[in-house]
């Protein structure tokens, strides 16, 4: 037996993912790899066929010829068309098999040299015989099994070519692509209807077995519904019989429970009406259960239980000095709030948010305005939420509907005016489930949650007597309406004679006690507590500080046990905090020992606090490229843009050639690459390490900016400037330049902060140079050209030529 085969030609040749084309067969393919369309093209403007053949992994995304079966089926391109993302639908048909001979180099796509195989020729008889056997087995299939579609079926009764027949069965049945491969590579008639005759034959049988089974699970249902006919027959005699009295207690205890709560009028009818339906229910029956819950849901709520209220401002103010240390301004807003709700006797008005990195205590002092209020505090954590059902419940409809969060936060306050806090309100997201943010805007609405509805009370309830205060880390992840509703209360990171006081007061007491010492046992001076937060934390709160002293405790716990020292006490030194903590983590002071050539130093505001930020430039022989590294975004890119537009404007008073730019490359790179920076305010800085790097005069290393340029060298004003400042004194930074339209905000900054630091307000870059870069004595830094003149020069001249 044998087989004829073509001579060789050349065809382009496309990889297919997990689909296998046979000869005789007609598919729409998605094409969306560059090579693939590009081949696609080639045979439709030749008007020649393509190589289609499998690429043996999927998700491969550019196969090589390793990754490539050898058979394969050539077809031709019967219709293309674009789609608007890029990709090409195309429809193409099968016509022969081949095999690679080799591969063409071609620069578009892949090109192969095919070798073409005939069809062997086998006896009448035997022919006929091979193909009454597969259609046989093929109808046995489609007999007990649906997932090929009549029109298929149709078709393939009407096939009278074997060699087709085979090929349109086989196109169908609902293999792996690795079976189909091994099937078309198989050229023989007869080995390829052996082999689909056995797949027909396996997938009978397990359409016989999942039959059988169905019918076993059916019996079985059936099995079960009969003995709940007969239980419920058993209990109806017990019933008779005196003996089945627990469900109608439980009924009447229900029912007393119903007329000793305290419900609003809707509410009570509500209830009511559910309890009558509740009664004449079957007990077993599934709408039984939801009935109940739904009944219990409503007898749970505080509608008009509330806790009594002591708005005692002294107490107050005790309790917030006492659990928190420094955060005066949010203290005396606090305090402010509490005392207009103790005059007016009403919680109405804009809901409390408190906005500042983590650590710094926003959630505990939701905990102490609850104490300090005497009343029940709730937290519900919003971090992660997308779903609106969250916030508003599901509909009683679905199987396993709750109330929302918000209503089931209120059953464990178990009154209708507690100190509720919502934690995280910037991290929400949304989906196609809907907007939780949106949800929340009539929970937080003073004129609205006067009747909140839940989807699954279908009751209005009233949230006005609650006391909201929401937490978050930045205002960027809360939409405009929320905050419209609220009333923002920005709390600042700690400075380090805070942590000082806070490590001695609060930390370090709380975890010599939590690790089962006794007070006296372990005491850290000054130096001690202040070598930890320099060297050990980079934070604008104390949680990293507080596990620092946690992980000195414990060193400690076990150096007693180990050495049976249990009478010893320690006392940490700023030399012996390395003993316990090992290697620093962080440098404390500048990043740079001296005045550097294009290198300035930045501030920049995170989520966690205040940072300091290098940029650093270099020049190279180029053509006037300027290239931007360091992971930055496209607001902080365009910032440099901005920065060398303003340094090229100058360029004559900077004593640079006009054409600088045409000769040289500038690269711009912020350190630590692997972190994402963005925002404006870092122009400023870009344009002095630019000009450093041009006029080779060094920057000052102790002085830091913050500011946004302008292409006319204005410098506008930043956002996270107490933070900005904090991170300027925690690096050792001595002078800070800020924009003067930020003059307004230094009051929020701490007294002590804007003594340490000699802080300079400036309205033009021009300023900007003359205070940070290191001239010679009596060197000035701008010549005396105007700026008109340069202006002339480039563009005025070039006018008067054009005339």
Known sequence: MSNAISETKLYPLMPLRDIVIFPHMVAPLVV?????????????????????????????????????????????VMQLLRLPDGTIKALVEGKKRAKIISYVPHDQFMQVELMEFFEEQIPAGEETAYERELRKAFDAYTAT?????????????????????????????????????????????????????????REIELAELEKEINARVKARMNKTQRNYYLGEKVREIQSEMGQGEEGLDELAELEEAISKKKLPKLAREKITKEFKKLKNMPPMSAETTVVRNYIDTILSLPWKKKSRSVLD??????????????????????LEYLAVQAQVKKIKGPILCLVGPPGVGKTSICRSVARSLNRKFVRLSLGGVRDEAEIRGHRRTYIGALPGKIIQSMQRAGVSNPVFCLDEVDKMSMDFRGDP??????????????????????????????????????????????????????????TEEEKLKIADGFLIPKQIDANGFKPGDISLTDGAILEIVRRYTKEAGVRDLERNIASICRKIARDRLKRDLKDKTYRLTFQTVSTYLGTP????????????????????????????????????AGS????????????????????LSYVRSRAERLGLEPDFYQKLDIHVHVP????????????????????????????????????????????LPIGGLTEKLLAANRGNIVNVLVPKDNERNLNDVPMKIR?????????????????????????????????????????????????
């Open 145 to 201: 099994n649906n997932k090929i579609a009549k029109e298929v079926v149709k078709s393939v009764q009407s096939i009278d070519n074997p060699y087709k027949l085979v090929d349109v069965i086989c196109a169908h049945l609902p293999l792996k692509a690795s079976e189909k491969q091994e099937i078309l590579e198989l050229v023989g008639l007869t080995d390829r209807i052996e082999r689909i005759l056995d797949i027909l034959t």
């Open 313 to 334: 401002i002294n107490r107050a103010e005790d309790i917030l000095n006492e659990d928190h240390y420094g955060l005066n301004k949010p203290k005396e807003r606090i």
């Open 437 to 494: 943010s949106s949800a929340l805007l009539e929970v937080l609405d003073p004129e609205q949650n006067v009747a909140f509805n839940d989807h699954y009370l279908d009751l209005d309830y009233d949230l006005s007597e609650v006391f909201f205060i929401t937490t978050a880390n930045n205002l960027h992840g809360i939409p405009a309406p929320l905050q419209d509703r609220m009333e923002i209360i920005q709390i600042s990171g700690y």
């Open 32 to 76: 969306g790899r560059k090579q693939s369309i590009q081949a696609l093209e080639d045979a439709m403007e030749k008007r020649t066929e393509i190589f289609l053949v499998t690429q043996i992994n999927a998700g491969e995304d550019e196969p090589g010829p390793a990754g490539i079966h050898r058979v394969g089926t050539l077809a031709s």
């Open 755 to 803: 003594k340490k630091l000699s802080i300079t307000l400036v309205e033009h870059m021009d300023e900007v140079l003359e205070q940070a870069l290191i001239l010679e004595e009596g060197e000035r830094l701008f010549k005396d050209i105007g700026i008109s003149t340069v202006y002339n020069d480039i563009t005025l001249s070039e006018h008067n030529t054009t005339q």
């Open 585 to 620: 983590k962080y440098r404390y002071g500048l990043a740079e020992e001296s005045g550097r050539i294009g290198l300035s130093t930045g501030l920049a505001w995170t989520e966690f606090g205040g940072d300091l930020l290098q940029i650093e430039t270099t020049l190279m």
């Open 624 to 643: 006037g490229k300027l290239i931007i590294t360091g992971k930055l975004g496209d607001v902080m890119q365009e910032s440099a843009q901005a920065a």
């Open 672 to 715: 630590e690459g692997a972190i994402p920076k963005d925002g404006p305010s870092a122009g400023i800085t870009i344009a002095t390490a630019i000009t450093s790097a041009l006029i080779q005069k060094p920057v000052k290393h102790h002085l830091a900016m913050t500011g946004e340029i302008t292409l006319r060298g204005r410098v």
